[in-house]
Structures are given as structure tokens and as C-alpha cells.
């Protein structure tokens, strides 16, 4: 239930990775993450962070900075 996870975890907090997706909780809801943009980078989808250095986990949050 979505409701219970909102309540049960912050904003920002992965919920699950998969080879091309980042499930991030948000409020209200989930949205699926397929590229990103690090600080000082270009775009780059999902796919290519999953296969090398990036270091994030499920239960990480994302803070905005």
C-alpha cells in the first residue's frame, strides 16, 4: 500500500533498483527514475550508473541540495 510506505519512509528513499530503473518514494506516490543527472555530469540512463561506480542502494534517500 502506498500510503503505508509514505508514512513508514521518508521522501526520496529508494524503494528498489533494477538494471534500468530507480524507484524513488515521493509524496504522493513512486516515480521511476531511467536517467539521471549527477552534479557536473551529463544525462546518463539508469542502465549505464547500474553497470559501474555508482554507489546506491535500496534505502538510500535522495537529498536535495
Do not use: W
Not at 524507484?23 to 559501474?52: A, M, Q
Amino acid at each position: 500500500n502506498q500510503d503505508a510506505m509514505v508514512r513508514m519512509y521518508a521522501p526520496g528513499k529508494v524503494m528498489q533498483i533494477t538494471d534500468n530503473e530507480i524507484i524513488v518514494l515521493c509524496n504522493p506516490g513512486l516515480i521511476s527514475l531511467t536517467n539521471i543527472t549527477l552534479p557536473g555530469k551529463k544525462p546518463t540512463e539508469v542502465s549505464e550508473l547500474v553497470k559501474g561506480n555508482f554507489k546506491i542502494q535500496q534505502r538510500d534517500t535522495f537529498k536535495n541540495e
